[in-house]
Every structure is written in structure tokens, then in C-alpha cells.
């Protein structure tokens, strides 16, 4: 594609989905059962949104359009699951799934990230739930990206030997 007029246009999305993968990956997540669907719900969608790139008039919109198709193409998908689901007599054995886990890992991150220090704390809580970049983290913390690094790595080699962590990790 080099050379060619596609090319900014490539350029600019590539560059949007390597700053928005993560938080439009947890959004696909949100909506699917497993990790492998939520990968394949957000390459439809991107793929959607790629198409329609030219249109997409305002930056500040690309996010809405692509959780807009990320809703629509697995709304297609639980109907057209639907279809496939025919009455029986037999009814079928189902692995029932205990969604409290997702909750019990929940807590069991949040007080290990509510037990780090001031500072680290407010660095992983930017950085991995805020879904800001180090250079974000850095200006809003009027910190230097290097001093953003080395308190990300220092907060989670704590949250690696933090003792419930390791616990859910060989439960889990």
C-alpha cells in the first residue's frame, strides 16, 4: 500500500486501534462468553469501522461507531444462535458457569491495589483503568514518563507478590 492515497487513511486507523484496542477489547468482552469471541466480535467491528472510515467525520465519534457495530454485529449473532435452538424432549446436560468469580477476583485486586502506596496506586488506576497512555499519566501527575515507568513496574512487582493475588492465581 505504499504510495498510494489509502495509505494516511490506513495510517490513521491503525494508529486508532493501537491506542483504543485495549478499551474496546474490555467493551467486546462485556458482550460475548469468552475471550476468544470478544477478539472475533472487535475484528468485525473494526473491520465495519475501517469501512466506513472516510465517513466518520468527527474523531471524537470513532469510539461510539465502533461499539455501535460491536452491539449490532452480536445482536445478529444471539438471533441467529436463537435459530438454531429447536424443542426437545431431551433436555441436554449444561455446564452451568459461577459468574461470582469474576466478582471475588474483583475484590481480591482491588485491595491488593488499595493496599500499594499513594502514589503507585494512583499510577496503576490511571494506567490500567483509565486507560491512560504514560505520557497522559506523566503530564496529569506533573511527573516525568521515566518516574510514570519506574513507579508502574515497582507497583506491579508488589501486586505479583502480593499474597492473595498469588493465592487466586493458583486457586484460579
Known amino acids: 500500500m505504499t504510495g498510494t492515497a489509502q495509505t494516511p487513511r490506513y495510517d490513521e486507523f491503525s494508529s486508532y486501534v493501537a491506542e483504543r484496542g485495549p478499551a474496546l477489547m474490555r467493551m467486546a468482552r462485556s458482550l460475548t462468553n469468552s475471550h476468544a469471541d470478544a477478539e472475533d466480535l472487535l475484528q468485525a467491528a473494526l473491520v465495519k469501522t475501517f469501512l ?7 474523531p471524537k465519534t470513532r469510539d461510539g461507531y465502533v461499539r455501535r457495530a460491536m452491539v449490532n454485529t452480536q445482536i445478529s449473532e444471539w438471533r441467529r444462535r436463537r435459530l ?82 498469588i493465592i487466586e492465581r493458583t486457586l484460579g
Open 84 to 165: 438454531e435452538v429447536f424443542p426437545t424432549d431431551e433436555i441436554p446436560e449444561q455446564r452451568v458457569e459461577d459468574p461470582t468469580w469474576r466478582t471475588d477476583l474483583a475484590d481480591v485486586v482491588e485491595r491488593a491495589v488499595s493496599r500499594l502506596p499513594e502514589r503507585q496506586r494512583a499510577t496503576v488506576v490511571l494506567r490500567y483503568y483509565e486507560d491512560l497512555t504514560e505520557a497522559q499519566i506523566a503530564k496529569r501527575m506533573g511527573v516525568t514518563i521515566g518516574t510514570v515507568k519506574s513507579t508502574l513496574s515497582r507497583a506491579v512487582d508488589k501486586l505479583r507478590l502480593d499474597a492473595d493475588l
Open 52 to 58: 466506513a472510515w472516510d465517513r466518520i467525520a468527527n
